[in-house]
Every structure is written in structure tokens, then in C-alpha cells.
């Protein structure tokens, strides 16, 4: 399972027709990831995102917030999609440590 990227990033635009209920992008890949990436010889990745449930499922956001499926975004239910889209806005710096 792929968890979220550790690092500095900021949470650029809303994504109102996600494929996840509602989303916010995180900045991510930042120089540093994309200076790790090329030396491993990897591709970084991206389109991180913070989102709600998969479109028509979150009524099963009890079962699927217990497991690691978002292949590195970070998922919430919908109502606190809701939540998190009013009190957060574009251009809020944050932080991900594991």
C-alpha cells in the first residue's frame, strides 16, 4: 500500500468533479522529491490528492476508512470533505510526517 508523501507542501486548488466526492490537491512533487525520484531513478509520481469517498460509495466510508486505499491521498468521509473544503483554503501550507 502506497501511503501520502512525507513533506512540505501546500494545498493548491479544489477539485469539484472528482472521481472522490470533492477534492483538494496537495503540491506534490516538490524539488526535493523530484531531486529523490531522479536520483533513484524513479519518476516521482503526483496528482495527490485529499478527498472524499469514491463517487456513490460513501456510504461505505465505515468500512473503507478502516483500510490503506487511496494509493497515497489522503481520504475523509464526505461530510468531512464538506468540512474540510469550507474551513480549508487554497494556498494553506501542511505538513505530512508518518
Request: one cysteine or more; a neutral charge.
Amino acid at each position: 500500500m502506497k501511503k501520502p508523501p512525507e513533506g512540505h507542501y501546500t494545498l493548491d486548488y479544489k477539485k469539484e468533479d472528482s472521481s472522490y466526492y470533492r477534492a483538494m490537491h496537495i503540491s506534490y512533487p516538490n524539488a526535493e522529491d523530484r531531486a529523490q525520484a531522479e536520483a533513484r531513478g524513479v519518476s516521482p509520481g503526483g496528482f495527490i490528492m485529499v478527498h472524499g469517498q469514491r463517487n456513490r460509495l460513501g456510504w461505505l466510508a465505515p468500512i473503507t476508512q478502516r483500510f490503506n486505499w487511496t494509493d497515497g491521498c489522503i481520504a475523509l468521509t464526505n461530510d468531512e470533505m464538506d468540512e474540510f473544503m469550507t474551513l480549508v483554503k487554497i494556498g494553506t501550507p501542511i505538513a505530512i510526517r508518518w
